[in-house]
């Protein structure tokens, strides 16, 4: 799975605190004239823009949001669209979300739960979608599994274990430093709830402290240092928390090589003939398995309904394949994930997940081909490893170059990176892979609003939620204008974005500056009002797709 854990810094912390003791209808301009001379939002975004600041409008708002809000007011209102099918491959979907359940796909072909392939399709009870991942969740990274079964040539071996040799023993370490600082941070918390006489309090509350003691001291220290990372100490330990479980995953399952997460599906994942299997509930198992429901709210929750968000589109139904467990995903599932969805109406696939070894990566390739032939644009999630994706030492799976390769081999898949909230330099994701060849554009991607299981919502972040803004705006241009292909629907969004040489930092590093037009294809975040214009131009014939990306 394409996941990222932004807390890293508390990592950091362990030596201290251990030392202490413990309205137009005209294209804005690509490039805009002016869009470097966009004055910087030098003020926190409230809550409101917190919330929404994917959907805003870079020139008015001055935060580079994908203009959603600016394109529903001036263009879509008064028009109405065909409805499109967004296939969404990920870890399972909370089907009875409330701002979810009236925006799903339903195969009315088929009765539920009567155990029975009643539309012929070759799998049963698929109402919603299917689950090829059956009752497993938790799996091992590719690399750990090619060591455990000995697949691939030597030389990815070899690498794979120089790999597991590096990586296990740094998250054993991390998992551990987190559980020491959550100790120390709980027992901080706990005295100076004590000397208080009361459950909450604030920083100003500590500051009012009288430390008599070297214990209580410490405490004061150490929690006016977390008040750093959260307006609060119960969001700081939240955030511990989710570190170590985050470690933890790697420790017990990711990097485990001795474990085998596959065991409940009883298939060969290595044997694409070995069917059926899985079966038709692509719900999530459990509430931790968040991934799917959080991408599909950011491509569809229903518009303003009152509750939670708004997704980026109308007029969509979201089709969940859960394909994509905790810990790499199988080539196998992502292939047969893929021609489901083609094979029963999709027009948008949705894929954010990747990873770096793909030992039946041509499955994969394959199953894009046939998504191509019919007319199908899937939209993937760069990866969260702050990579240089031209680099051939950074290979992520599965890319429409094959690995080596620098010519697509087809137009109907369009890769995303993560933008933050904040235009400048900052404004690249620290977390999100960059390519001037094999990354097509930028969109909102870091601390994203959107749903969670159980009727929650919450903020996360990643490419994976950069992808599905650009599904939503693509599922906006393929509603309002169905006559155009899935390889001019890509064109339109990567010509279309706003176009900027702002200096910006790639990977947190400051000392490898560059500008954001050399750090993907188009050098464009993507623009939903723009994409709607260029579309309509294109669909009345007045325009022409450029034979390259600007």
Not at 78 to 104: F, P
Not at 177 to 184: D, K, L, P, S, T
Not at 206 to 218: D, W
Request: charged content about 25%.
């Amino acid at each position: 799975m394409n996941r990222t854990y932004s807390k890293l810094s508390f990592l950091s912390l362990s030596a201290s605190l251990f030392l202490m003791g413990c309205g137009a209808t005209s294209l804005v301009s690509t490039p805009v004239e002016n869009i470097d001379a966009v004055p910087l939002k030098i003020t926190d975004l409230t809550e409101t823009e917190r919330k929404n600041w994917g959907h805003a409008d870079l020139i008015m708002d001055t935060i580079p949001g994908m203009s959603v809000d600016r394109a529903y007011k001036e263009i879509i209102k008064n028009k109405k669209g065909k409805t499109v099918i967004v296939a969404v491959v990920d870890s399972g979907i909370d089907l009875e979300h409330e701002d979810l359940n009236d925006v799903l796909w339903t195969n009315t072909d088929e009765i539920p739960n009567n155990g029975k392939d009643d539309d012929g399709n070759g799998y049963v009870d698929d109402i919603h979608g299917y689950n090829f991942l059956g009752d497993s969740y938790n799996e091992q990274l590719e690399y750990v599994r090619m060591l455990r079964l000995n697949i691939g040539d030597a030389s990815e071996r070899a690498q794979a274990r120089l790999l597991l040799d590096k990586e296990y023993p740094e998250a054993l370490q991390n998992k551990q430093q987190y559980e020491q600082i959550y100790q120390v941070v709980k027992g901080a918390d706990a005295a100076v709830k004590e000397k208080l006489g009361k459950e909450t309090y604030t920083k100003e509350d500590l500051k009012s402290i009288e430390a008599k003691t070297p214990q209580m001291e410490q405490s004061v220290a150490v929690l006016t240092q977390m008040f750093t990372y959260g307006d609060d100490i119960p969001s700081v330990l939240d955030e511990l928390n989710e570190g170590i479980t985050y470690f933890a995953d790697q420790v017990n399952y990711n990097l485990n090589k001795d474990f085998n997460g596959r065991t409940p599906v009883g298939d060969d994942p290595y044997d694409i003939t070995d069917v059926p299997y899985g079966n038709g509930n692509p719900k999530n198992q459990v509430e931790s398995e968040s991934h799917g429901t959080h991408v599909a709210g950011i491509i569809a929750a229903e518009r303003n309904n009152g509750l939670g968000m708004n997704g980026v589109a109308q007029n969509v139904e979201i089709m969940s394949i859960r394909a994509v467990p905790n810990g790499d995903e199988y080539d196998k599932d992502i292939a047969l994930g893929i021609r489901y969805a083609v094979d029963n109406g999709a027009k948008i696939i949705n894929c954010s997940f990747g990873k770096a070894f793909s030992p039946e990566a041509e499955w994969v390739y394959e199953a894009i081909q046939y998504a191509a032939s019919r007319d199908v644009l899937i939209v993937h999630a760069a990866g969260n490893d702050g990579h240089d994706l031209d680099d051939p030492e950074n290979p992520n799976f599965p890319n429409d170059a094959k690995l080596g390769q620098t010519n697509e081999f087809v137009d109907n898949l369009i890769t995303v990176g993560a933008l933050t909230s904040s235009y400048g330099s900052d404004m690249v994701a620290t977390f999100s892979n960059y390519g001037k060849q094999n990354v097509d554009v930028f969109a909102p991607g870091d601390d994203i609003y959107s749903t969670l299981p159980n009727n929650t919502y919450d903020f996360q972040g990643g490419t994976s939620m950069a992808a599905p803004a650009v599904a939503g705006v693509s599922a906006l241009v393929r509603s309002y204008y169905p006559d155009l292909s899935a390889a001019q629907v890509k064109s339109i969004i990567m010509q279309s974005g706003l176009y900027s040489k702002a200096s910006v930092i790639v990977a947190g590093d400051e000392t490898k500056p560059t500008t954001f037009d050399k750090i993907s294809k188009s050098g464009k975040m993507v623009n939903a009002y723009n994409a709607l214009i260029l579309a309509d131009n294109i669909s009345k014939g007045k325009m022409t797709l450029n034979s390259n990306s600007k």
